[in-house]
């Protein structure tokens, strides 16, 4: 069994930068793809950005050119790293993996104060 374990979020002041990450319980091998999504209270859980092993990406609109998402295969961990936050990017943050089994992590809140 896999699990999927989140770091970073908390409270930051708008222009500022957070890092999030996520890493895999247990070793996984072969193509997947790893990646986050947010929601705020009342609305459907959205995408932020994904990656794949071999470094696929994708963005929401949104985020473009201010997040950045990387991935780390050897330790299957994915990071988020947000600049230039603002307001609108206040949610909770998931952590989503597509392995073998699709996987949602806890969630972890990210508050970003005007």
């Known amino acids: 069994q896999v699990q999927l374990v989140e770091s970073g979020g908390g409270l930051v002041q708008a222009g500022g930068s957070l890092r999030l990450s996520c890493a895999a319980s247990?070793?996984?091998?072969?193509?997947?793809?790893m990646g986050w999504y947010r929601q705020t209270p009342g609305k459907q859980r959205e995408l932020v950005a994904t990656?794949?092993?071999?470094?696929?990406?994708n963005y929401a609109d949104s985020v473009k050119g201010r997040f950045t998402i990387s991935i780390d295969n050897a330790k299957n961990t994915v990071h988020l790293q947000m600049s230039s936050l603002n307001p609108e990017d206040t949610a909770v943050y998931y952590c989503?993996?597509?392995?073998?089994?699709?996987?949602w992590g806890q969630g972890t809140q990210v508050t970003v104060s005007s």
């Open positions: 990656i794949t092993s071999t470094s696929s990406t």
């Open positions: 247990r070793r996984v091998v072969g193509t997947y793809t």
């Open positions: 989503y993996a597509k392995f073998w089994v699709e996987l």
